[in-house]
């Protein structure tokens, strides 16, 4: 399988990769970065579940309108199967007791017959005692008090459908006691309740441009991939994906990085979703609140530090070892994340128009740290296992802390600020980018002080407010990273080295590129023309990775990634903007924000 061919599905808990096959091939319960349930993604030997017809079939697949619902059509010469695929997010009530888990499967046959094959194989670790089947509850897994169970209409085996036949599959995954989940006419009520409930939430969204699919797409992807529990947004929720196949570029990405702040509270707040920016902005609170002042780079979806990064002796990805548990990065000092966190903050805090007293005290003393700290040399966005150097993203980041601390502080909204402290080191830091990251022969903005390479992540100094896009500079810096990171139609490496180490194109810088332009650092037509070559790299689904191969198209490293989509919406919303900007030149009457 490639990595384009999985879409996912999932309940605000966990989530599952789903192949065009038929075959679950990753799920990992009873949260992202728990150890998998099915691994097949990563070894073939791993365990999956498969339902699908016994001979060869035409496969499509879509998610149901404004849902995490997937429907799969297999047409076969003999007839058609449609399979749908979801974990239950809508709970009976006053029904008795419910699975912490249910994964639910439901095909039929809706053309001539289809004999299907209907397998399930759950990881090594699940299944040292060989399953055996029970009157009431089926097939049963255990290891301690932790129980997996299928129940089906149909056995394990193949079966023949016949135009009109129905059946559902429930796998559950309790703590405890089994709990029984009834099947037919119950099973249909679960899934239609569920995809009322994700109809539901499409529905609140605010925006109404012309990209509606795409940003909702994204924004569904970005919802499965937030832990409802504490409001924590991971990654992506897979481990291990390849940035370069059959090398060791493979990470574990099943946690939260604070890098992502920024963008993804923007992304919540201008979509209308105000209460899952809410319950985010409090996880970071809380989580950085645990490590105050210094910050972790990686945190789980409970606030704490991931587990040690550890190697598994599975076979890998199209063969791209090691596969790994954990991630090592969480030790490095990464300054950029100050930035983020007070940036993502002041978004909520424009909205809400207050912070309690706890939170306003975390932000004074992250903007002490950055006053005694901005100068070190640090590891950066990237997070390479390399040198620390003097990066420019980084001392952006800090000057981007000081300045929303001090509006903080100017609305009213934080309190006991030293301004003038705050002040004095904002515009130190302003000196110190402005001279020692400015290359004037080549005419950009450099990576790092002291080297000359380049670094699509300065795209972002117009984002953040520290230039104007339409600034000399940007406009000079934009056309040299066009001229040496440039790889494909919309696509970008990040940096130089990664034509040099063979990684992908990083899909987000595709979308940075975009928000450059619709800001003013080109013309609304450019920016509309890069976003569209950069989507065209999504799957069939919608669904994007971190990285695209330049060569093949296709994609690289984890899937689907939270950061792409999140760029998505974000290039989307400046197009949005920019489209208004034009309105409100040509036809002042017309300038309506939606």
Not at 50 to 74: G, K, M, Q, S
Not at 524 to 533: G, K, N, P, S, V
Request: glycine share 8%.
């Amino acid at each position: 399988m490639r990595i384009n061919d999985y879409a996912l599905i999932g309940d605000g808990r966990s989530a599952a990769l789903v192949s065009l096959a038929g075959s679950i091939d990753w799920l990992c319960w009873p949260r992202f970065d728990s150890p998998p349930i099915f691994g097949a993604l990563l070894d073939r030997n791993a365990g999956s579940w498969r339902i699908a017809p016994v001979d060869h079939a035409r496969v499509t697949r879509h998610y149901l309108d404004d849902t995490n619902v997937l429907e799969t059509r297999f047409e076969t010469e003999r007839g058609m199967l449609v399979l749908v695929d979801l974990m239950t997010v809508a709970r009976e009530e006053d029904k008795g007791l419910v699975p912490d888990h249910e994964l639910l499967r439901h095909v039929r046959c809706e053309r001539g017959e289809v004999d299907i094959a209907i397998s399930i194989d759950p990881c090594p670790a699940l299944t040292a005692v060989q399953p055996k089947p029970h009157r009431t509850l089926g097939l049963r897994w255990q290891t301690g008090s932790r129980l997996l169970t299928l129940r089906g209409d149909l056995p394990v085996g193949t079966a023949r459908l016949r135009t009109g036949d129905t059946a559902s599959f429930s796998l559950t995954f309790d703590e405890g006691p089994a709990v029984l989940t009834p099947l037919g006419d119950h099973a249909r009520a679960r899934i239609a309740r569920s995809v009322a409930w994700w109809q539901a939430w499409a529905g609140r969204a605010s925006y109404v441009g012309s990209d509606r699919d795409r940003v909702m797409r994204s924004a569904l992807a970005i919802k499965l991939m937030g832990f409802a529990p504490s409001g924590a947004i991971i990654a992506a929720p897979t481990t291990s994906l390849p940035e370069r196949i059959g090398a060791g570029m493979n990470w574990d990405y099943r946690y939260c990085w604070l890098r992502d702040a920024s963008f993804t509270a923007r992304a919540l707040l201008s979509l209308g979703y105000v209460d899952e920016a809410a319950a985010f902005c409090s996880w970071l609170v809380h989580a950085t609140r645990l490590t105050s002042p210094e910050l972790d780079v990686i945190y789980n979806v409970y606030g704490n530090k991931p587990p040690a990064e550890r190697e598994l002796a599975l076979a890998g990805f199209a063969g791209s070892r090691p596969v790994r548990f954990g991630n090592a990065a969480t030790t490095q000092l990464q300054l950029d994340m100050y930035g983020e966190v007070i940036d993502a903050v002041s978004q909520l805090a424009q909205v809400t128009g207050e912070l309690d007293l706890d939170t306003q005290r975390l932000l004074r003393d992250f903007g002490d740290y950055v006053c005694a700290h901005w100068q070190l040399a640090d590891k950066g966005i990237w997070e390479p296992r390399g040198p620390a150097e003097c990066r420019t993203h980084s001392r952006v980041l800090c000057w981007v802390a000081l300045d929303r601390l001090l509006d903080l502080c100017e609305r009213g909204i934080v309190e006991r600020v030293d301004v003038d402290k705050l002040a004095e080191h904002r515009d130190a830091i302003r000196r110190d980018v402005e001279i020692n990251a400015w290359d004037p022969e080549l005419g950009c903005y450099l990576s790092a002080y002291g080297n000359r390479d380049l670094d699509a992540n300065v795209l972002l100094m117009s984002w953040y407010g520290f230039h104007p896009a339409s600034s000399p500079r940007m406009r000079s810096t934009y056309e040299r990273i066009c001229q040496r990171l440039g790889c494909g139609p919309g696509l970008f490496y990040r940096y130089d080295d990664s034509k040099l180490s063979g990684e992908g194109a990083f899909w987000i810088c595709s979308f940075w590129a975009v928000e450059h332009l619709a800001m003013g650092g080109g013309t609304r037509r450019e920016a509309r023309r890069l976003f569209d070559a950069a989507c065209r790299y999504a799957n069939d689904v919608g669904l994007m990775a971190e990285e695209v191969d330049p060569l093949t198209r296709e994609p690289l490293g984890n899937f689907p990634q939270a950061y792409t989509h999140v760029g998505l919406i974000s290039a989307a919303l400046s197009l949005e903007e920019a489209g208004r900007s034009v309105t409100a030149q040509r036809n002042p009457e017309k300038a309506v924000r939606p």
